[in-house]
């Protein structure tokens, strides 16, 4: 599957570190979305953006920025994390928002372990 | 707070049988989508099959099917003729804008 790309795939990272998760959607799409996906949690949506402007933030805490440059690029900026936070992180996109009626395409996920 | 339900976290099934996983979700509103995703191993979520809610007619795509009872709120999903690769994480999800999911179902496929 190459219409949503996120990298790096796997990722280490300390409390103190600075590290940057990207995704790349190749389906001319005009929203894109970040959730967060735990063992035995449904997927929690994180961040939407549509048109490259954010129109959600699902009580995210401020050690997770998120970026969004043009619509098919988003981007998750990670900061002085926690333990807690490990889990993958999905990239998703869609035509639009639609009143949800749009369907999401998911990329691959990047797996984050916080130590 | 609006859930999804999938009381079933783990099913398992024989080689060309047919399965059904279960799926109930909470709503107040009458216009709503509902969509099934599927999660193979490698990880990649891709959707599996979509019900329009005011449509009473259930999807069907290829061996998949639902059987969707707005009534009941509830949206199972039919794996007919299951093959190895069916093997997967099952995610419910029902979307009023944004998708709520299930906490998923993990389908074994028995040769």
């Known amino acids: 599957e190459t219409g949503v790309t996120q990298t790096p795939r796997h990722l280490v990272m300390g409390m103190t570190n600075k590290k940057s998760l990207k995704c790349e959607q190749h389906l001319g799409h005009n929203a894109m979305y970040w959730y967060k996906q735990s063992a035995k949690k449904p997927l929690e949506l994180m961040f939407v953006y549509n048109f490259k402007e954010q129109t959600e933030n699902n009580s995210v805490p401020s050690r997770f920025s998120p970026e969004c440059p043009n619509s098919s690029h988003l981007f998750l900026h990670l900061h002085t994390l926690q333990p807690e936070d490990s889990a993958l992180y999905l990239c998703?996109?869609?035509?639009?928002?639609?009143?949800?009626?749009?369907?999401?395409?998911f990329g691959p996920g990047t797996r984050l372990l916080v130590l | 707070a609006q859930t999804v339900t999938q009381s079933q976290p783990e099913m398992s099934v024989q080689e060309a049988e047919t399965v059904t996983l279960s799926c109930t979700y909470d709503t107040s509103e009458s216009d709503y989508y509902l969509f099934w995703y599927k999660q193979p191993p490698s990880r990649q979520m891709i959707l599996v099959i979509r019900?329009?809610?005011?449509?009473?007619q259930n999807a069907t795509e290829n061996r998949f099917s639902v059987n969707f009872q707005k009534a009941a709120k509830s949206f199972s999903l039919k794996i007919s003729d299951s093959q190895l690769g069916d093997a997967a994480m099952y995610f419910c999800?029902?979307?009023?804008?944004?998708?709520?999911f299930g906490k998923g179902t993990k389908l074994s496929v028995k040769p």
């Open positions: 999800a029902r979307s009023q804008g944004n998708l709520i």
């Open positions: 998703a996109s869609s035509r639009g928002l639609a009143g949800g009626q749009e369907t999401q395409y």
């Open positions: 019900q329009e809610a005011y449509k009473q």
